[in-house]
């Protein structure tokens, strides 16, 4: 009778689109049940708790010594609650996100090149072009949550220990400017990822490419930036 029952109701079947949310579940699953991946989000979170703990410090100091609080703002521009203070977090966020996507790289969307996982995705009602759309939307989720929700936390903070209505009346483009920048952050650099990942998918070639693309290219252009600063490295007209 049951089976019967079950035979005769309708199966839903849902678009392909909807499969990119489960594959980055799945893969999200993945990095989260590494140790790694906790200590280096927990690094992240540092500049982040000092953030909180410093917009808090700023607005008790403006209900009682509002002189300094306006001193400490005009001298530290990372803390004045314009947009220029949530861009620099989101920059300085930046070099703890791309060591913390170099090891969660291989985990993402490496295992399924050296271990056959892309064969079973593929072997579903599913294309490339859904796979990669799912371990982009991991990638993009692992770096909101570095980036753009400890933003907009800020961003809600600053504002509600001051005149919030002045201030969210105000600044509200800088909402959407975390946002619209953690959408870029999150295209540009997952897109990326995931070439370097299917080219080289184990883990040390990775993290050893990842970091010479982050960390030592920045470091060569700074050592370039500076020689040719100097008088006898100058192109003589």
Known sequence: ????????????????????????????????????????????????????????????????YPQVEQFITGMLKDLDGSGTTFLNFMVAQGTVTMILLAFAGSVLAGNDHSRGGLIFYLSRRINVVHYA????????????????????VLFIEYGLLG??????????????GILGYGALLSVAVGLLLFALVSWMPKPV???????????????????????????GMRRRD
């Open 133 to 152: 759309a799912g371990k982009l939307l991991a990638i993009g989720l692992i770096i909101s949550l570095t980036t753009t929700l400890p933003a907009l």
């Open 163 to 176: 005149d919030t209505g002045t201030y969210f009346g105000e600044k509200y483009p800088i909402f959407f």
């Open 1 to 64: 009778m049951s089976a019967s029952k079950s035979g005769n109701e309708p199966v839903i079947q849902r678009k392909a689109w909807f499969a990119a949310w489960p594959i980055a579940r799945t893969a999200m699953h993945l990095v989260f049940r590494r140790k790694l991946f906790w200590v280096l989000f927990a690094l992240a979170l540092l500049s982040f708790l000092f953030m909180f703990g410093a917009i808090y410090l700023l607005a008790t100091l403006r209900q009682q």
């Open 205 to 231: 070639p990775l993290v050893m490419l990842w970091g010479g693309l982050f960390v030592f290219l920045p470091i060569l252009s700074r050592i370039l930036t500076f020689a040719m600063r100097k008088p």
